[in-house]
């Protein structure tokens, strides 16, 4: 199974502008557009509490979301068989779940929190990252709260505004 981190960054690293956790505020359309894109062609998507409490997704029957928090009784009644569901499993047991499903990739998306502990038990196979030509130098970081040491193969760039953002994916390098 493919296990793809994807985020949207300013220049200078940041995944908030300022701590704020919305990204549609600053992200350009065309970020916003490969994104929705990326969504709808996902069937399955992992975030954290964080990134689904800042956007309240709704059920679909064309994905399914899988929102890892520590607390999940305290989500049970958003709940959707097959469609939106909480857990308190670690990265590990999770992709392990839906390897054993059949399952063919899975799409992690927002939250540094939930990037970092996929970076760290090396179970991330690509990132993809658009790069928004704005600087911050306040927010939250790609990753935090760990020693991280992961190696990037660029597979493909694109920039797509007369701005210069550019949409990228990246292989991870596996030790």
Avoid: C
């Avoid at 009784?73 to 959707?80: M, N, S, V």
């Amino acid at each position: 199974m493919k296990t793809i981190l994807i985020f949207v960054s300013s220049l200078d690293g940041k995944v908030t502008k300022w701590g704020e956790p919305n990204v549609r505020l600053w992200s350009s359309h065309q970020d916003q557009d490969y994104y929705k894109k990326v969504w709808n062609e996902s069937r399955l998507i992992v975030m954290g509490s964080n990134t689904f409490n800042a956007d309240k997704f709704s059920p679909s029957a064309s994905n399914q979301i899988i929102i890892m928090t520590s607390h999940p009784d305290k989500y049970k009644d958003l709940e959707t068989p097959g469609q939106i569901e909480f857990t308190n499993e670690t990265p590990s047991e999770l992709t392990s779940r839906f390897m054993i499903k059949g399952h063919h990739q899975m799409l992690v998306i927002g939250g540094p929190h939930i990037a970092t502990s996929f970076l760290k038990n090396e179970l991330i196979d690509e990132i993809w990252l658009t790069i928004e030509p704005k600087i911050f130098g306040m927010g939250d970081n790609f990753a935090t709260g760990a020693k991280l040491d992961v190696n990037l193969r660029l597979i493909q760039s694109e920039k797509v505004n007369d701005q210069g953002t550019l949409i990228t994916k990246y292989a991870v390098m596996k030790k």
